[in-house]
T-cell receptor
Framework: DARVTQTPRHKVTEMGQEVTMRCQPI?????VFWYRQTMMQGLELLAY????????DSGMPKDRFSAEMPDATLATLKIQPSEPRDSAVYFC?????????????FGEGSWLTVV | DAKTTQPNSMESNEEEPVHLPCNHS???????IHWYRQLPSQGPEYVIH???SNVNNRMASLAIAEDRKSSTLILHRATLRDAAVYYC???????????????FGKGTKLSVKP
């Protein structure tokens, strides 16, 4: 089965360090989403791309977070500098617009702990 | 974005049907109703979606009210593996438009008892 692949699966880092999370969307999908999940806030949409162009990143703290799609097979989410409050599970999801009410497929998440 | 309202939690017995309700009174004409579920320590997974008519697939059925202001996800025979958080989401996935995201609420935590 095709799946969204995220790396790293787990990351523990010190406050102030740069963190880069990577996502390989399902081949052929033209839309990529980044979500963050915490116990307090639940699932929050950080940003999403269509055809590699950012469509909406209003959910992302701009001062320290950045999201890019260098090519169609790779999406990155970078945090610099990281803070303890960034500790969360970060999910990447991908989908394809074709037909109607398209579904999106999630990766298994990158579990980030900032100490 | 239109909002949905779901009960925080529900319980079911194994092998019995489960009806998970969702209210979405401010739904727009272009909003699809999506259901996802999240098993412990996993990413959300697609369950089903619909627009106006009831829908069935191998996982579940989706019953949509005639005025579309509410819907019900039906698991015909709950198993222990169905214990998860179920999210009801409104979204429109339109190529070329600024819409197309799915905004998750808190969902319903379903517990299944043996």
């Amino acid at each position: 089965d095709a799946r969204v692949t995220q790396t790293p699966r787990h990351k523990v880092t010190e406050m102030g360090q740069e963190v880069t999370m990577r996502c390989q969307p399902i081949l052929g999908h033209n839309t990529v989403f980044w979500y963050r999940q915490t116990m307090m806030q639940g699932l929050e949409l950080l940003a999403y791309f269509r055809n590699r162009a950012p469509l909406d990143d209003s959910g992302m703290p701009k001062d320290r977070f950045s999201a890019e799609m260098p090519d169609a097979t790779l999406a990155t989410l970078k945090i610099q500098p990281s803070e303890p409050r960034d500790s969360a599970v970060y999910f990447c999801a991908s989908g394809f617009r074709g037909g109607s009410g398209n579904t999106i497929y999630f990766g298994e998440g990158s579990w980030l702990t900032v100490v | 974005d239109a909002k949905t309202t779901q009960p925080n939690s529900m319980e079911s017995n194994e092998e019995e049907p489960v009806h998970l309700p969702c209210n979405h009174s401010t739904i727009s004409g272009t909003d699809y109703i999506h259901w996802y579920r999240q098993l412990p320590s996993q990413g959300p997974e697609y369950v089903i979606h619909g627009l106006t008519s009831n829908v069935n697939n191998r996982m579940a059925s989706l019953a949509i009210a005639e005025d579309r202001k509410s819907s019900t996800l039906i698991l015909h025979r709950a198993t222990l593996r169905d214990a998860a958080v179920y999210y009801c989401i409104l979204g429109y996935f339109h190529y070329g438009g600024s819409q197309g995201n799915l905004i998750f609420g808190k969902g319903t935590k379903l517990s299944v008892k043996p």
